[in-house]
């Protein structure tokens, strides 16, 4: 038995605590809010959608309670605009096994409580540097799963895995409910993009709300300066739910109808800010010289994007039980902390945080695989070449070391295209382009761009 704090009841750190008591040893989570505070006080930290292979950690562990209520996301959904109201192209594509996005203040209320049913120990305070330091002394191993806070800045950014010095996006989140699951001649319940090049995008999460059950979760990733970029000085989330169906009516007018009855889920449930991504160094000094590691976005900070925030926090909590495990009795220095979290990178982290910025930054890569998936339209029963490519694009955010690999490499997107498709690269895209040319003319003459799955708004009216 080790004795072990955390720091953040966050769902990484809640989840490597339980990990940890199941484990066997001693486990002391520190918290700024008790259990009920975060159900009733708190905003949501984030959207929270997990993939199936982050879903199996929490399963394995028995924190699963919310399966047979939450929405259960199929796949996604996406249309890239060439500018706001030009519909370029859709995807369809569905996932292996389901996605589910739980309102954290949910589950880290339920969590909490079952850690301590379970054995493991609560504090209840606000942890400083100067606590932190002491709180290392009584313990064989401290972890600081604090998110982006002031702890953060113990663990200096590591230049060599991060890409951006500054946030790319402005965001904004609002939970809503009102708004029908599901879409208009899309065969699944998906996570709906919708994609603005140079403006940045807009997208909806099937939800599991604390208050309202399923619902959605609405975030809107604005390029700062453009026209999504309206939530600056937002006071309250129904003046952000106003904006919010502004832009939808104004940009993204075929989801207008779908999102016009759309209220505020509970007074708490919106938030607005901005992420710098970074990944930092796995060791932290403090003023007595020892030694503490991060954990979930403390470590990893991820923008959103790419949904990818909660699902890189349980791989990593999952990693970090397993290397405890693994080390004995010896002692957790910095060279252990560096392997675990190296670990980690190697496998989940890097590849998850080069598919974010291949997002961020809309590669030429990805939109080769736009091109000649062009078709897909996301039936269960479509075994075409174009519905497998929408479907590996789809299944790379569940686990993204599958393709991002390849989509970072031109050359190897062709190459990929080609075996996917059976034929030369170029003749599928031109097939592709030539499906995307006739929606373009569509729109010209102020028609409905005939995409699959694409709800009949006419485009034109404001290409």
């Known amino acids: 038995m080790r004795k072990i704090a955390i720091v953040g009841s966050g769902q990484a750190g809640l989840l490597a605590a339980h990990g940890l008591v199941k ?30 292979m982050a879903l199996a950690f929490e399963r394995e562990l028995g924190l699963a309670f919310w399966e047979d209520a939450a929405p259960r996301g199929e796949g996604a959904q996406l249309t890239a605009c060439a500018a706001p109201g030009n519909r370029l192209l859709t995807l369809a594509g569905r996932l292996e096994r389901p996605f589910m996005a739980i309102d954290l203040r949910l589950q880290s209320h339920r969590w909490m409580l079952e850690l301590e049913a379970r054995g493991g120990k609560i504090a209840i305070e606000p942890v400083s540097v100067a606590r932190l330091d002491q709180i290392a002394a009584e313990n064989d191993l401290t972890i600081v799963a604090a998110g982006r806070g002031d702890l953060c800045n113990l663990f200096e950014r590591d230049p060599a895995r991060s890409v951006h010095t500054e946030a790319q996006r402005n965001l904004a989140m609002v939970c809503v409910t009102g708004p029908k699951l599901g879409f208009d001649g899309v065969p699944l319940l998906p996570v709906k993009f919708n994609l603005f090049a140079g403006v940045g995008e807009a997208f909806w999460v099937p939800y599991h709300h604390k208050d309202v059950g399923p619902s959605w979760n609405c975030i809107i990733e604005a390029i700062p300066g453009g026209p999504l970029d309206q939530f600056q000085g937002v006071k309250t989330g129904e003046e952000a739910v106003a ?15 779908w999102f016009r009855s759309a209220e505020l889920s509970d007074r708490h449930g919106w938030q607005v800010g901005r992420v710098v991504p970074a990944v930092r160094k796995p060791v932290g000094r403090l003023p007595s010289g020892r030694i503490v590691t991060p954990l979930g976005d403390t470590a990893l900070s991820l923008d959103p994007i790419g949904g990818q925030g909660a699902n890189s926090g349980n791989k990593m909590a999952r990693n970090l039980v397993e290397c405890v495990a693994q080390h004995g009795d010896q002692p957790f220095d910095a060279g252990w902390m560096t392997r675990t979290f190296d670990r980690f990178y190697a496998r989940h982290g890097g590849p998850t945080d080069r598919f974010n910025n291949l997002l961020l930054a809309a590669s030429a890569g990805v939109f080769h695989l736009l091109f000649a998936q062009y078709g897909s339209d996301g039936r269960a029963d479509n075994t075409s070449r174009q519905q497998a490519l929408a479907n590996a694009f789809v299944n790379n955010f569940a686990d993204p070391a599958h393709l991002t690999p390849i989509l970072e490499d031109v050359g190897r997107v062709r190459a990929f295209i080609g075996q996917k498709t059976g034929r030369p690269w170029p003749l599928a895209l031109a097939a592709g382009g030539v499906g ?3 929606a373009q003319v569509r729109q010209r003459l102020g028609l409905s761009p005939g995409h699959p799955g694409a709800q009949a708004h006419a485009g034109g009216a404001l290409a």
Not at 26 to 43: C, G
Request: overall charge negative; hydrophobic content about 35%.
């Open 23 to 52: 484990a066997g040893h001693d486990v002391t989570l520190y918290s700024d809010r008790t259990p009920e505070q975060w159900l009733n006080e708190s905003k949501p930290t984030g959207t929270a959608a997990r993939f199936d």
């Open 436 to 438: 995307v040319g006739i």
């Open 243 to 257: 904006i919010t169906k502004r832009l939808v009516k104004e940009l993204i007018p075929w989801d207008h109808e």
